[in-house]
Nanobody
């Protein structure tokens, strides 16, 4: 099994930046991909960004050009750099990884974009 712990959420003004971190522990050697999803109130959970071991990256359409995902394999950590934040980016952000055909989730970290 894999355990995921997110950090870095908070309140930021529109146009500002935040960086989220997610540390993985447990059966980390079997992880194939790590990424971020988000869920806003009243909406379905959606992909923000994901990076596979191959290096392939997928971004949700609404964050392309503003968010950047990166992984530090030595630290078993995935990051999400969020720039030019908008009020519609307000959501709970969840770290995700895929390992041996199973999906694992963190508990989530709240990002609020508001003036």
């Amino acid at each position: 099994q894999v355990q995921l712990v997110e950090s870095g959420g908070g309140l930021v003004q529109p146009g500002g930046s935040l960086r989220l971190s997610c540390a993985a522990s447990g059966s980390i050697f079997s992880i194939n991909a790590m990424g971020w999803y988000r869920q806003a109130p009243g909406k379905e959970r959606e992909l923000v960004a994901a990076k596979a071991n191959s290096g392939r990256i997928n971004y949700g359409d609404s964050v392309k050009g503003r968010f950047t995902i990166s992984r530090d394999n030595a630290k078993n950590t995935v990051y999400l750099q969020m720039n030019s934040l908008k009020p519609e980016d307000t959501a709970v952000y969840y770290c995700n990884c895929e390992s041996r055909g199973m999906n694992y989730w963190g508990k989530g970290t709240l990002v609020t974009v508001s003036s």
